[in-house]
């Protein structure tokens, strides 16, 4: 728990700024305001005379205690200016409310509202005697200086009637309740905050009335959260703390929010993420005014934006946009909105009507949105529409064109057959990453090779796509083409039941930073890959059993992946992993063409086709081999290697021999589970360096061969093989001299000579 810190006012001269600046906004909307409230003319002035001193203070504090001392008084003089302020901006925004088509019409009610009030002419007084007194501390007016070096004494902690700022560590089982005591009366505290630590993300509880009372009591918060609490509302009185700027409900069970939480007009930040049943936002959102950022990601149940939007002329983030039926809450709202930062999310572009209400969005003007999804369809929307008209959904696209500025695009749901020309110009030198997720009507790709920037594409659930070919890599109107996809890293195709068909044209020398390749649930792709990817380090090829498996060359492939199981197995680097397909026999017969010297480690399993093994497949690289469960196996010649260091085989039910060759390097050897293996190879001869040999249910071996353990082993291992510890025991392998270990199950260890 953490209250105010002690010992400084290092952000006093920008606090400061920040009050002269808020108040600039009530006294610029009426010339003759301070002619006739005196007090708001002596507010500003001792404002503006402080400013200039607050260097010299800031610095002097931590030699002279004169100094500190003031800083602290005139630190709890600011904060009660700046409430004093909060309240003028209220009232004015009140006032507008009620006559919005008057522009003076707001100054009335204040001049009301500061002569019926003595307090505030107390406030401001007590601010020009704090701020009198600096010419006691002859303070100098001196340029801003670097506080980076200055050095800050050790602090305290000190809960007490000036606390201001209040945090604490979020504990799931220690409810808010219980922090009452501390700050109990502490009306002036500023910021309530949680810091989630070791309990990210777990419920809080609370109950109502402790909330209720704690809204009540703190009417000069400035900052508010109630993160990942367990509350489904808000009280009515939230629109008591008038000088709230900062409102975090984040990851709460909030299922509504109260009408009059759009009466805080001095409100900055409402941060709403996760809030997964929260299903609407309050009508008069548009009378938050100062709104700065608003923060809806993840709120998966909001139906639709409150209308108005438009007005909030100060946002400068919005997460999201879920378009309404209407015009007021519909695309054409966000057109006015040219200042917002960051990334925006439109959605239910379906009820976009034509291409005139997407150009009235103005996308062009939004230079500062550098992360951009457009999303046709909202998730749980499961309805079949047969009625699209396509030049229709390609014209709305068309008019949604965004700034040259963006950094990342993702399109979802895009219902047309075509793209429009813009996606791919050469003009979106910044963007670099590109997702175009479910555009199920799709025939065809947009022309994307010439993006200079494109690092990343994910193209998921094409439903209608059959072939890709040279459109994708250049734009046949451009007059500039340079090498396709030149800086692009990821290419990901997922989900595309009909495609058929990868062309790539002769000489093809695209791709040239190519990384990371993942061809997935593509059942009916035929043909070749690109011939060359010399930066490729990941392939992964997953459901796609027409794919011929022309292996691409690629010297600096780390890991591959062919696999039509279920569950994407997890690989590891420098792995090949050849799983659950009938590819197989053509996968390991292009292993070399790959040329990679960074191969280590070949997974062969659950392959039920014809699989013959030679040692002429394998890349030089290998040292670990592991089979298991492929019930058509042979070795078509004695298996030479001079890398390998580990064979395992299990599970091949149709292996009878297992000729090895040359394997000068293997330190271990594991079969296991092959019911119809007869015996082991001589060893002693093809594996001079084995240490470790492991038999396992293997029951038709009978015996070892002649030279079969090399003078290098050191821990035989069997077990479930009756036929073989017969034989060893018949033939007396055993004796304490002999370094060998023998562990025959069932039987005590043993000693025995090779």
């Known amino acids: 728990m953490a209250a105010k810190l002690e010992g400084g006012g290092a952000y006093l001269s920008s606090f400061v700024d920040v009050v002269l600046k808020k108040l600039y906004l009530v006294l610029d909307d009426d010339d003759s305001f301070t002619e006739r409230n005196n007090l708001l003319g002596r507010l500003e002035k001792s404002l503006s005379d402080v400013g200039p001193v607050l260097d010299d203070a800031e610095q002097k504090q931590f030699t002279n205690e004169k100094v500190k001392s003031w800083l602290d008084d005139l630190q709890d003089a600011l904060y009660k200016a700046d409430d004093l302020v909060d309240e003028l901006s209220t009232e004015a925004a009140i006032a507008t409310q009620r006559d919005p088509g008057n522009s003076y019409s707001w100054s009335h009610p204040v001049d009301s509202y500061i002569n019926y009030s003595s307090g505030k002419e107390k406030v401001v007084q007590r601010l020009e005697y704090v701020v009198a007194r600096k010419n006691l501390l002859h303070l100098k007016e001196s340029a801003k200086v670097d506080m980076s070096s200055w050095r800050t004494p050790s602090t305290s902690l000190v809960i007490h009637d000036k606390t201001r700022h209040l945090s604490y560590t979020a504990n799931p089982n220690d409810p808010v309740i219980r922090l009452g005591e501390p700050y109990k009366g502490e009306t002036h505290m500023r910021t309530f905050l949680v810091v989630h630590l070791l309990h990210l993300y777990e419920l809080i509880d609370i109950t109502s009335d402790s909330l209720h009372l704690q809204l009540l009591e703190l009417r000069c918060l400035r900052a508010l959260s109630f993160k990942c609490f367990c509350i489904e509302s808000l009280p009515d009185s939230i629109d008591k703390l008038i000088h709230l700027h900062y409102l975090d409900l984040s990851y709460t069970l909030i299922l509504t929010l109260p009408e009059s939480l759009c009466k805080l007009y001095n409100l900055q930040t409402l941060k709403l993420t996760y809030c997964e049943r929260l299903k609407i936002l309050p009508c008069r959102m548009q009378d938050l005014v100062n709104l700065r950022h608003l923060d809806i990601e993840g709120t998966s149940s909001l139906i639709e934006m409150p209308k108005g939007m438009s007005k909030l002329k100060h946002l400068n983030f919005l997460s999201g946009y879920i378009l309404g039926k209407q015009e007021e809450n519909g695309i054409r709202e966000l057109g006015s909105l040219d200042n917002l930062h960051g990334s925006l999310c439109i959605s239910n572009l379906k009820n976009v009507n034509n291409s005139r209400e997407a150009l009235e969005a103005k996308m062009g003007n939004k230079k500062h949105i550098n992360i951009l999804e457009l999303k046709w369809i909202p998730e749980d929307d499961d309805e079949e529409d047969d009625d699209v008209d396509f030049q229709k959904e390609r014209n709305i696209l068309g008019e949604l064109q965004p700034h040259r500025n963006l950094k990342e695009l993702s399109i979802d749901d895009y219902r047309g057959e075509i793209f429009p020309d813009w996606l791919g110009l050469s003009c979106y030198s910044n963007l670099t990453n590109l997702s175009m997720y479910r555009c199920k009507n799709c025939r065809q790709l947009p022309s994307l090779g010439q993006l200079p920037s494109l690092e990343h594409l994910r193209i998921f659930d094409f439903d209608g796509l059959e072939r890709i070919g040279g459109e994708f890599y250049n734009n046949a109107e451009s007059s500039h083409q340079g090498t396709p996809f030149r800086s692009l890293q990821t290419l990901i195709f997922c989900g595309m039941p009909?495609?058929?068909?990868?062309?790539?044209?002769?000489?093809?020398?695209?791709?040239?930073?190519?990384?990371?390749?993942?061809?997935?649930?593509?059942?009916?792709?035929?043909?070749?890959?690109?011939?060359?990817?010399?930066?490729?380090?990941?392939?992964?090829?997953?459901?796609?059993?027409?794919?011929?498996?022309?292996?691409?060359?690629?010297?600096?492939?780390?890991?591959?992946?062919?696999?039509?199981?279920?569950?994407?197995?997890?690989?590891?680097?420098?792995?090949?992993?050849?799983?659950?397909?009938?590819?197989?026999?053509?996968?390991?017969?292009?292993?070399?063409?790959?040329?990679?010297?960074?191969?280590?480690?070949?997974?062969?399993?659950?392959?039920?086709?014809?699989?013959?093994?030679?040692?002429?497949?394998?890349?030089?690289?290998?040292?670990?081999?592991?089979?298991?469960?492929?019930?058509?196996?042979?070795?078509?010649?004695?298996?030479?290697?001079?890398?390998?260091?580990?064979?395992?085989?299990?599970?091949?039910?149709?292996?009878?021999?297992?000729?090895?060759?040359?394997?000068?390097?293997?330190?271990?050897?594991?079969?296991?589970?092959?019911?119809?293996?007869?015996?082991?190879?001589?060893?002693?001869?093809?594996?001079?360096?084995?240490?470790?040999?492991?038999?396992?249910?293997?029951?038709?071996?009978?015996?070892?061969?002649?030279?079969?353990?090399?003078?290098?082993?050191?821990?035989?291992?069997?077990?479930?093989?009756?036929?073989?510890?017969?034989?060893?025991?018949?033939?007396?392998?055993?004796?304490?001299?002999?370094?060998?270990?023998?562990?025959?199950?069932?039987?005590?260890?043993?000693?025995?000579?090779?």
Not at 551 to 569: D, G, M
Not at 714 to 727: F, G
């Open 498 to 754: 009909r495609w058929r068909e990868w062309h790539t044209p002769d000489d093809f020398d695209g791709f040239p930073k190519l990384k990371k390749l993942d061809i997935a649930e593509c059942p009916v792709l035929s043909g070749d890959l690109p011939a060359h990817l010399p930066e490729m380090e990941q392939l992964t090829i997953w459901k796609c059993e027409e794919l011929a498996c022309s292996l691409p060359r690629a010297p600096k492939l780390q890991e591959l992946l062919v696999s039509s199981s279920e569950c994407l197995e997890d690989v590891k680097p420098h792995e090949v992993v050849i799983e659950e397909t009938q590819q197989a026999k053509s996968v390991l017969e292009c292993l070399l063409h790959i040329e990679s010297l960074c191969l280590q480690s070949l997974k062969i399993q659950k392959c039920s086709s014809a699989i013959s093994i030679s040692g002429d497949y394998l890349p030089d690289s290998l040292q670990d081999l592991r089979i298991s469960d492929c019930s058509k196996l042979t070795f078509s010649k004695p298996l030479q290697h001079k890398s390998l260091t580990e064979i395992h085989v299990s599970q091949c039910d149709s292996l009878t021999l297992f000729p090895l060759g040359s394997l000068p390097n293997l330190k271990k050897l594991s079969i296991s589970e092959c019911p119809r293996l007869a015996s082991v190879p001589g060893l002693g001869f093809s594996a001079p360096h084995l240490e470790i040999l492991e038999i396992d249910a293997c029951e038709e071996i009978d015996s070892f061969g002649e030279e079969c353990l090399p003078p290098s082993l050191t821990t035989l291992r069997i077990s479930k093989c009756e036929k073989l510890e017969r034989w060893i025991t018949s033939n007396g392998l055993q004796g304490e001299e002999s370094p060998l270990r023998c562990k025959v199950e069932g039987m005590k260890d043993q000693q025995i000579q090779s």
